[in-house]
């Protein structure tokens, strides 16, 4: 998300999706080329506790 921008992301409402040139999780033998798409979400906190006071 680092390298994330206007040219590279796209926005859907509450999300946000992209291409990015550091790959995650991808095992260095892993066979080329490789995309690697990633998204965020924006979610709404729907409990009644706080995130924090489990």
Known sequence: M???NDTN???IKNFIIGF?????FVP???PNPVV???F???ISWVLDEKP???
């Open 2 to 4: 680092s390298t994330w």
């Open 40 to 42: 965020g979400a924006d």
């Open 36 to 38: 690697q798409l990633d």
């Open 20 to 24: 990015s040139y550091d790959l995650e």
């Open 28 to 30: 260095e033998c892993f």
């Open 52 to 54: 924090d006071e489990c």
């Open 9 to 11: 992301t796209v926005r």
